[in-house]
């Protein structure tokens, strides 16, 4: 706020943060029996502004809206949330007054909504997709593709088998049916870390997400046939962004041993690809399934890393990567 215009994502930070807290104080109603809605009843019934409006369900029915009149300067609004907050972390809190904090806090809530201009509404659902997002696995069905109204020769394969080989000088070479695709590459870093195989992030990208600008334009698969979509997905822009968020994820696995025994992603990590890819069509997987595209490509790199090369093979129908080695071809 501090920053006006010059903070772009202004609004939807306190947007995000808003619904975080909320997330927070529904849990915490649910834990000591006061149900978020019956607080929220209590709280409607103070100096709020009413107005009845016409309801979609159930039949006939008319609901009441409420909201608080505003209530002193932004900060002061703050301060008071932050005091209410305080109290709600007492300790010694006791069944006999804990409703009462309960929809102090509440009040507090939504006044600071009212004076941060911020829709009550939005910031209830925004975290409800958030959360249905990163912990909650969408049905295959309804997770997005991005190019089935494409022409077939400017999709990306529904199935695929890369054979990954190391040649002299520690050089990895890609062939795909029999043909040597991009260049062969190194790790381009004094500590040998790997990196060499990293194509394997954007086959990953490309079987889980349906969706790598790299991959694409490595097989000549750009949607010419669209120009806008040519230009705003599949151009060199949206190339640098996937190289980028590979090397931005590769720098934090490493220090993981690249996520060996790990069955998750970092909350922090996630919301971090997510604002490196916003403005992209990728920005429409949820974060859950981001994190098994990172997940099922680390555990490849590994695999590569350890026998210096294999076949991956990528399924878009079971959105799916897998390694054989390259005895097994």
């Given at each position: 706020?501090?920053?006006?215009?010059a903070?772009?994502?202004?609004?939807r930070?306190?947007?995000?943060?808003?619904?975080?807290?909320?997330?927070?104080?529904?849990?915490l109603?649910?834990?000591?029996g006061s149900p978020?809605?019956?607080?929220?009843?209590?709280?409607?019934?103070?100096?709020?502004?009413?107005?009845?409006?016409?309801?979609?369900?159930?039949?006939?029915?008319?609901?009441?809206?409420a909201?608080?009149?505003?209530?002193?300067?932004?900060?002061?609004v703050?301060?008071?949330?932050?005091?209410?907050?305080?109290s709600?972390?007492?300790?010694?809190?006791?069944?006999?007054?804990s409703?009462?904090?309960?929809t102090?806090?509440?009040?507090?809530?939504l006044?600071?909504l009212?004076a941060?201009?911020?829709?009550?509404?939005e910031?209830?659902?925004?975290?409800?997709?958030?959360?249905?997002?990163?912990?909650l696995?969408?049905?295959?069905?309804?997770?997005?593709?991005?190019d089935?109204a494409?022409?077939?020769e400017?999709?990306?394969?529904?199935?695929?088998?890369?054979?990954?080989s190391?040649?002299?000088?520690?050089r990895?070479?890609?062939?795909?049916?029999g043909?040597?695709?991009?260049?062969?590459?190194?790790?381009?870093?004094?500590?040998?870390d790997?990196?060499?195989f990293?194509?394997?992030f954007?086959?990953?990208?490309?079987?889980?997400?349906?969706w790598?600008?790299?991959?694409r334009?490595?097989?000549?698969?750009?949607?010419?046939?669209?120009?806008?979509?040519?230009?705003?997905?599949?151009?060199?822009?949206?190339?640098?962004?996937?190289?980028?968020?590979?090397?931005?994820?590769?720098?934090?696995a490493?220090?993981?041993?690249?996520?060996?025994?790990?069955s998750?992603?970092?909350?922090?990590?996630l919301?971090?690809?997510?604002?490196?890819?916003?403005?992209?069509?990728?920005?429409?997987?949820?974060?859950?399934?981001?994190?098994?595209?990172?997940?099922?490509g680390?555990?490849?790199?590994?695999?590569?890393k350890?026998?210096?090369?294999?076949?991956?093979?990528?399924?878009?129908?079971?959105?799916?990567?897998?390694?054989?080695?390259?005895?097994?071809?």
């Open positions: 706020r501090r920053e006006g215009t903070f772009v994502g202004y609004r930070a306190v947007e995000d943060e808003f619904g975080d807290t909320l997330w927070y104080f529904a849990a109603c649910r834990r000591m978020l809605h019956e607080v929220l009843s209590d709280v409607s019934f103070k100096d709020y502004s009413c107005s009845i409006v016409a309801a979609d369900s159930p039949a006939g029915a008319i609901s009441r809206v909201a608080p009149q505003p209530s002193g300067t932004f900060d002061e703050l301060i008071n949330l932050g005091t209410h907050a305080a709600l972390l007492d300790l010694e809190m006791q069944a006999a007054n409703r009462t904090r309960l102090a806090f509440a009040d507090a809530f006044r600071a009212n941060a201009g911020i829709s009550f509404a910031v209830a659902s925004s975290n409800l997709r958030k959360v249905r997002g990163r912990f696995p969408t049905p295959l069905e309804e997770l997005p593709v991005f089935q494409f022409p077939e400017e999709r990306l394969p529904q199935e695929f088998e890369i054979v990954i190391q040649r002299s000088g520690g990895s070479v890609l062939e795909m049916n043909v040597v695709i991009g260049d062969p590459l190194t790790d381009n870093i004094a500590d040998r790997g990196y060499r990293h194509d394997v954007h086959f990953a990208h490309a079987a889980v997400l349906h790598s600008p790299t991959f334009a490595l097989l000549k698969r750009k949607r010419k046939s669209d120009p806008i979509v040519d230009e705003t997905q599949d151009s060199g822009r949206a190339i640098v962004v996937e190289e980028g968020l590979s090397a931005l994820v590769f720098s934090h490493k220090a993981l041993a690249f996520f060996e025994g790990q998750s992603v970092s909350f922090d990590l919301k971090i690809v997510r604002q490196f890819v916003d403005g992209y069509e990728v920005d429409a997987c949820p974060m859950k399934l981001w994190e098994d595209a990172i997940l099922q680390y555990d490849v790199f590994r695999r590569l350890k026998d210096q090369g294999g076949i991956v093979r990528g399924d878009r129908n079971r959105r799916k990567l897998e390694f054989r080695p390259l005895g097994a071809i």
